[in-house]
Nanobody, 128 residues
Framework: QVQLVESGGGSVQAGGSLRLSCRAS????????FGWFRQAPGKEREGVAY????????VYPDSVKGRFTLSQDKSKNTLYLQINNLKPEDTAMYYC?????????????????????WGQGTQVTVSS
């Protein structure tokens, strides 16, 4: 079982930055994949960053590469998603999710439906 709690969303102007946090309550943090996903009204949920709790580099889709940075503090079971140069099209509900236990290679390959634990989401709104 993994419980996830996100924080850090808000309303910002285009060009601004936000840092989202996700605290994972689990004794086996290092065995899980973690992902950040976002969903805008009328659109499908899309993954924007992935990392394995055991370590290694984060993976990003091309759509956010260079602006999104995912990091983790394993001592706190907490993930951080830094978003820079925010654009109006980044407006969405952002969710932290976990999948596993599983190996690192699965993190970015899995569809959102394979992630079996989800946080409540945090809203990001970007105005032009």
């Amino acid at each position: 079982q993994v419980q996830l709690v996100e924080s850090g969303g808000g309303s910002v102007q285009a060009g601004g930055s936000l840092r989202l946090s996700c605290r994972a309550s689990t004794y086996t943090y290092s065995r899980y994949c973690f992902g950040w996903f976002r969903q805008a009204p009328g659109k499908e949920r899309e993954g924007v960053a992935y990392i394995h709790g055991g370590g290694g580099s984060a993976v990003y889709p091309d759509s956010v590469k260079g602006r999104f940075t995912l990091s983790q503090d394993k001592s706190k079971n907490t993930l951080y998603l830094q978003i820079n140069n925010l654009k109006p099209e980044d407006t969405a509900m952002y969710y932290c999710a976990a999948m596993g236990p599983t190996y690192a290679g699965a993190c970015s390959r899995a569809r959102p439906t394979k992630y079996n634990y989800w946080g409540q989401g945090t809203q990001v709104t970007v105005s032009s």
